[in-house]
């Protein structure tokens, strides 16, 4: 009995979000890597919730260690900083290997070492899931459909790429990850799953990061008009993150190793999208009590950036039959969230 520990608190672990406890035979050690970025966080706040061993990976390029700051001192949570492009070793079960940034603005930041990330980075997380026989999946993304000629988008489309344009680092990229992937599932018969995750959006998604779910809310808060890219006729298929990390979790623990598309099929035109998005930020306003100072205008034809995909939409029927997944929030109700998410940031002076 050491009397200078009798002060010690044991109870501490009350301070954490109320973790589910496991038996250790269904705990499982799962690395998270790219788990300070958006869907990292949010990926590791379940698999924390529901009781597993996680440890994040992450270089902080784009992530932030507050995103999980809550975890910190959790016996079941662990933080490394460390970048996928060199080897890692630990023991685990499963690897969700998140790493690579995901908007235009930060892959383009450096493209080469946005290709290395995918590269050399997936190589390595697939080394370590060969050597510990863990299961692995990769974050991989619509973008390996490029601008697509067949729509919506079915995993059997092998895509429509520019191999050098500036968007290529990232799409590329990806695609080599996911034919690194069968390799590794057809030589050394790593056990792999291949999730192709099409735009998703939420909170805290970085507010500065270009991205058009960002760019429009805050511009509407600010009483800024709408920044449409070229004729506004794109279209996009947004989807609300818990509909992502739910679709993460059960293609894991499913016995899909075929790609799956996860994403929202409701398709808008960027142009109604600006309109929707002007509509939800004046209800969450007038709910508030806060007196409109004119309606912000919807401004067509700005510069429209190389390679911008025309249509995206993902074909889920995949989704559907295998893991009996499909998303439940529909984009209204995803952006109200976003909007009250932002409106509290700005109030509070950090936006
Ligand atoms: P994000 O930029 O918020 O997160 C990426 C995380 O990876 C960050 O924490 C970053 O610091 C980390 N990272 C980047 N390079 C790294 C490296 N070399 N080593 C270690 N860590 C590194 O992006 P996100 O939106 O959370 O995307 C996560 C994954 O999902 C990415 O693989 C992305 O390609 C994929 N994805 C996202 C979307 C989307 O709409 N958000 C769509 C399709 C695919
Ligand atoms: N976009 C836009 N205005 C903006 C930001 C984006 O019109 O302020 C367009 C962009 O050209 C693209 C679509 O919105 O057609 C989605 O862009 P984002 O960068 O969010 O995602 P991605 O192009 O990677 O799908």
């Not at 690579?100 to 450096?110: E, I, M, V």
């Not at 805290?204 to 006729?233: C, H, W």
């Not at 508030?288 to 429209?304: A, E, F, S, T």
């Amino acid at each position: 009995y050491y009397p200078e520990t009798a002060s010690i608190s044991y109870t501490s672990l009350t301070r954490f979000p109320p973790v589910k406890l496991l038996p250790p035979s269904t705990r499982k050690r799962i690395l998270v890597t790219g788990g300070a970025g958006f869907v990292g966080s949010h990926l590791v706040d379940r698999l924390m919730l529901l009781g597993h061993e996680v440890t994040v990976l992450d270089n902080f390029f784009t992530g932030s260690k507050t995103s999980l700051s809550h975890w910190v001192g959790h016996p079941n949570f662990e933080m490394v900083r460390h970048d996928v492009v060199e080897p890692f070793m630990i023991e685990c079960d499963q690897i969700y290997h998140l790493a690579c940034p995901a908007s235009p603005t930060h892959y383009q930041f450096n493209a080469v070492k946005t290709i290395k990330t995918s590269f050399i980075g997936t190589l390595n997380m697939l080394g370590l899931a060969k050597r510990t026989k863990a299961r692995f999946l990769i974050s991989s993304t619509s973008e390996v459909y490029g601008d697509p000629e067949v729509h919506p988008q079915h995993e059997d489309y092998w895509g429509h790429v520019n191999p050098i344009g500036p968007r290529a680092c990232y799409d590329e990229g990806k695609r080599v990850a996911e034919t690194l992937t069968y390799g590794f599932h057809r030589q050394d018969g790593v056990d792999v799953r291949v999730a192709r995750i099409f735009n998703t959006y939420g909170r805290p998604m970085n507010p500065n990061d270009g991205r058009v779910v960002s760019n429009f809310i805050i511009q509407a808060l600010r009483g800024e008009d709408l920044t449409v890219y070229g004729d506004g006729k794109q279209t996009r298929s947004f989807q609300y993150i818990h509909d992502l990390i739910d679709g993460l979790i059960v293609l894991m623990n499913s016995n899909e190793t075929r790609p799956c598309n996860i994403g929202n099929s409701d398709e808008f035109t960027i142009g109604e999208f600006a309109e929707l998005i002007r509509d939800v930020v004046e209800r969450v306003q007038q709910e508030d009590g806060v007196k409109p100072v004119g309606r912000v205008q919807i401004l067509y034809n700005k510069p429209m950036p190389t390679d911008d995909p025309q249509k995206r939409r993902p074909d889920t029927s995949r989704a559907k039959e295998s893991l009996q997944w499909q998303s439940r929030w529909t984009v209204r109700m995803g952006l109200e969230e976003m909007v009250r998410y932002y409106k509290a940031k700005m109030a509070e002076g950090s936006l």
